[in-house]
């Protein structure tokens, strides 16, 4: 898994092989076929087990249960794109491009939608979410959205930095029509501090590029 994640921060997915990594982690090709019974599930394990760790990060699990924490997983999943946006765009066109029989096997796809349907559980017993929500549709919602602005990011359609806002930003729109008032105001100001950011970055980066055509 290690010589996975470090390869795949260095190479584009299609470039690995199983011998290349057997090679590197001294073991036999026949052993992690043993393992990981593909070479794609061994993409994806590497893949889920970089998303897990994101999920366990302090900053995550500090932030109270709920809705704050599906925030909290959303901005700290974009400062690992920030942070390494090569290797989380090797990653995420090794999930894309997984059959729906490795799906089912790893449930990566689905994955993202069942932890944001726990959350959404949570929210609904701290009397966070409109009684009568179906939190399982939300969920599946929340998914998209954020599956949606990363496919538009890895298709290059979308710089990193829009990206970012729009994660938190499709979070908010989606989120608030559901909450009780308290949380609906915070996502409020969290969506108008979200987009004063995106609108100072874009200014920010039309004078860059003013002064360098200049």
């Not at 996975?4 to 299609?14: C, D, V, W, Y």
């Not at 059959?99 to 939608?113: F, K, N, P, V, W």
Request: contains cysteine.
């Amino acid at each position: 898994m290690k010589e996975t994640l470090t390869l795949l921060e260095e190479e584009a997915p299609a470039s690995i092989s199983m011998g290349q990594i057997a090679q590197l982690s001294d073991v036999s090709t026949k052993t992690l076929y043993n393992i990981f019974k593909s070479r794609n599930g061994l993409l994806l394990a590497a893949a889920g087990q970089t998303r897990a760790e994101t999920q366990s990060s302090e900053s995550v699990l500090n932030a109270p249960e709920g809705v704050s924490r599906i925030i909290a997983l959303t901005q700290r999943t974009m400062e690992t794109f920030a942070r390494s946006p090569e290797f989380m765009e090797s990653a995420i066109s090794v999930v894309v491009s997984i059959s729906a029989e490795e799906e089912a096997d790893y449930h990566r796809i689905g994955g993202t939608q069942q932890w944001f349907y726990e959350a959404l559980l949570t929210a609904e017993a701290k009397d966070e979410l409109v009684p009568g929500t179906n939190c399982l549709m939300l969920s599946q919602l929340l998914a998209a959205s954020q599956w949606g602005v990363t496919l538009m990011w890895q298709k290059k359609l979308i710089s990193l930095d829009t990206f970012r806002h729009q994660a938190i930003l499709k979070h908010c729109v989606d989120l608030m029509p559901f909450c009780q008032t308290d949380t609906k105001d915070w996502l409020q100001k969290l969506l108008q501090s979200t987009m004063k950011e995106a609108c100072n970055d874009k200014k920010a980066a039309w004078i860059d590029e003013t002064r360098m055509a200049s």
